[in-house]
């Protein structure tokens, strides 16, 4: 009885050093993809801050073209406005 009984608990024991193993491999498996985790979060939040620096570059880029036409517009209305009162003063 006694013998069986010390079977048991070497068998239970044998049990669950393996499942230990077992969660020890698990554990140190996701120790890593944390770690892989991290580090993508970071290069994310890279990314996302250059492309905000990108748009703003985008952004101010078109207000300048479109200043530009602005004042393309702004000369041609004056040297048309220029035009007529000289043509107006002439008569």
Known sequence: MENERLARMEEKIKANEK???????????????YAIMEKMNYRMGNVEANIENINKKISEESKVKGLKWDKLIDYLFYAVLAFCLFKLGIK
């Open 19 to 33: 499942e230990i193993g077992e969660h020890d491999k698990k554990i140190s498996e996701l120790e890593k993809t």
